[in-house]
Nanobody, 119 residues
């Protein structure tokens, strides 16, 4: 399975972006799909995940601002990001794996898409 992210770019603080992750295979085969992010000099962190059944989880830093969703027919996962701030600047990676909140590991990674928020 290949995961291909798109939708990253440069946005001003307070703005919005929508990331997409298109899978070459069926995403319903995975317990969880989600988005990790890695800022310069920081560890990769899980921003949001969604289970096969549609249950969602968010990291504390994005809760209330980001929304994850999925379209099983299009085999695509989305991340709507609102009220962006400079701390959201990072490379965003799509992931597919096992267990809610990827509790049982990541099976596939995307190549990443850069999101840069300017002040």
């Amino acid at each position: 399975v290949q995961l291909v992210e798109s939708g990253g770019g440069l946005v001003q603080a307070g703005g919005s972006l929508r990331l997409s992750c298109a899978a070459s295979g069926t995403i319903v085969s995975f317990d969880a799909m989600g988005w990790y992010r890695q800022a310069p000099g920081k560890e990769r962190e899980l921003a949001a995940s969604i289970t096969r059944g549609g249950s969602t989880d968010y990291g504390d830093s994005v809760k209330g601002r980001f929304t994850i969703s999925r379209d099983n027919f299009k085999n695509t996962v989305y991340l709507q990001m609102n009220s962006l701030n400079v701390e959201d600047t990072a490379v965003y990676y799509c992931a597919a794996g096992a267990g809610r909140w990827f509790s049982m590991g990541i099976q596939y990674w995307g190549q990443g898409t850069q999101v840069t928020v300017s002040s």
